[in-house]
């Protein structure tokens, strides 16, 4: 489906270096950035408390968090969730358990289930006290329900995430090399892995916060880039077989121009999702 089409292919190539030299100085600061400042994981890698909370109306999340500021809680979280009625309220470790934890690794070289159930009654009660505190001091509360995430299992989580995201690089990069001849193969990793690069060099950069939900956004662009690139080197080898006479960049060209239309579609109608 197009809903419009160029007459003349656009001459990206003639900007070639220009674009090349821009994607290589973006994806050697995303490396550095990833390196040096690494990843602001969030509570599902690195452990902490889970307070979802009901209300009978749309919930203020600015008052929440005011609430929870002047209760003397930081480095929290307040989102909506499911509807504008249910909050969910998210708080690293805290220290005290952090300390126990590590205590108890150092003499046993594992957690055990005690310090497991003293980590999870300490979060469970900071969890209770914040039930508590908004009970009283904000309108329509309903319900709310404390779950603890153990950093045993916030670590797993990150290894097995990291995994995900690896095997799925690595089942691209066979599907490639098979689909097309090496030269394109190549061309096609190359321009896949810069993309999710980038984006994780973004979120080390600005020290967004790294969760389970960004890691699934992270596998669907790199889902789309296969995508878009396969569609592409398929017009370009189409071209190259159909077409006589013309040189490397303007099978690239005409390429890219020949599928523009579509890629405005596709991506736009993601951004439109994304931004409702």
């Keep these: 489906m197009e809903f419009f089409r160029f007459r003349k292919d656009i001459p990206f190539m003639r900007h070639a270096l220009i674009f090349n030299v821009i994607s290589l100085i973006t994806f050697l600061l995303a490396v550095f950035f990833i390196t040096t400042r690494g990843l602001h994981l ?14 009978k109306e749309t919930a203020d999340l600015e008052k929440i968090r005011d609430v929870l500021s002047k209760a003397g809680y ?3 979280t307040v989102q909506n969730f499911g509807s504008s009625r249910d909050v969910l309220i998210r708080l690293p470790l805290t220290e005290d358990t952090k300390e126990a934890v590590a205590g108890v690794n150092a003499e046993n070289g594992t957690q055990s289930v005690s310090s497991g159930e003293d980590a999870q009654s300490a ?72 993309d999710v690069i980038i984006i994780i060099g973004f979120f080390a950069f600005f020290q967004w916060e790294f969760s389970l939900s960004v890691l699934a956004a992270v596998l669907a662009v790199l889902g ?53």
């Design 123 to 194: 979060e469970n009660r900071i969890g209770q006290a914040i039930k508590q505190t908004l009970k009283a001091e904000t309108t329509g509360f309903v319900d709310s329900r404390v779950e603890f995430v153990g950093p045993q299992v916030g670590r797993e989580l990150a290894e097995n995430g990291a995994l995900a995201l690896l095997f799925v690089i690595i089942g691209i990069i066979i599907y490639l090399a098979f689909r097309f001849e090496w030269r394109f193969a190549v061309s096609a990793i190359i321009a896949n892995m810069h």
């Design 42 to 55: 969030s509570i599902e890698f690195t452990g902490g408390t889970l307070v979802e909370v009901a209300y």
């Design 74 to 76: 930081t480095d929290y």
């Design 224 to 276: 789309y880039s296969v995508n878009e690139s396969v569609v592409v080197f398929d017009r370009v080898r189409e071209t190259f077989r159909k077409v006589r006479g013309l040189d490397t960049p303007q099978v690239l060209d005409h390429a890219i121009t020949s599928t523009i239309s579509r890629t405005i579609i596709t991506h736009g109608s993601t951004q439109m999702m994304v931004l409702s």
